[in-house]
């Protein structure tokens, strides 16, 4: 299962992108065909723009013990996103705190499959910039 998420965070931070409406979106897709036959996309997604510094929460319903996967992207403006995954209890589930604009969460969620993801928007040379998420299942 890690490769898998290797493997989407690798290629998409290799892929060029062309500066244009729509590049939140585009990373998107160009995720979705990096995970076929490997993860289905969940149906939960999100997208917004935040100010250099600024966080967003996101309350997700996952199924209990289920392998996920949560991809991040940014625009063109962006050069750090951090996404982290946080169980009803507070705990880390996983995080990715690294110097790059497409954070790649893999954890399972626990009993209770509500989980918190912080949004944080640490380079943005343009502001505001635009992010998304996507969500997917191991097969």
Do not use: H, W
């Given at each position: 299962m890690i490769t898998i998420a290797l493997t989407i965070a690798a290629l998409l931070a290799?892929?060029?992108?062309p500066a244009q409406d729509g590049v939140v979106r585009q990373q998107l897709a160009e995720a979705?065909?990096?995970?076929?036959?490997?993860?289905?996309?969940?149906?939960?997604?999100?997208?917004?723009?935040?100010n250099e510094g600024d966080q967003a929460n996101v309350t997700?319903?996952?199924?209990?013990?289920?392998q996920y996967f949560i991809v991040g992207v940014c625009d063109e403006d962006c050069?750090?996103?951090?996404?982290?995954?946080s169980n009803s209890s507070g705990s880390t589930l996983d995080s990715d705190l690294e110097m790059d604009d497409?954070?790649?969460?893999?954890?399972?969620?626990?009993?209770?499959?509500?989980?918190t993801l912080n949004i944080s928007m640490e380079g943005c040379g343009v502001e505001p910039c635009g992010y998304g998420y996507r969500v997917y299942v191991a097969n």
């Amino acid at each position: 299962m890690i490769t898998i998420a290797l493997t989407i965070a690798a290629l998409l931070a290799t892929e060029p992108v062309p500066a244009q409406d729509g590049v939140v979106r585009q990373q998107l897709a160009e995720a979705d065909q990096l995970v076929v036959g490997k993860a289905n996309g969940t149906g939960i997604q999100g997208f917004g723009d935040l100010n250099e510094g600024d966080q967003a929460n996101v309350t997700l319903s996952l199924r209990p013990g289920r392998q996920y996967f949560i991809v991040g992207v940014c625009d063109e403006d962006c050069s750090d996103l951090d996404l982290t995954a946080s169980n009803s209890s507070g705990s880390t589930l996983d995080s990715d705190l690294e110097m790059d604009d497409v954070p790649l969460l893999t954890f399972a969620a626990d009993v209770t499959g509500r989980v918190t993801l912080n949004i944080s928007m640490e380079g943005c040379g343009v502001e505001p910039c635009g992010y998304g998420y996507r969500v997917y299942v191991a097969n």
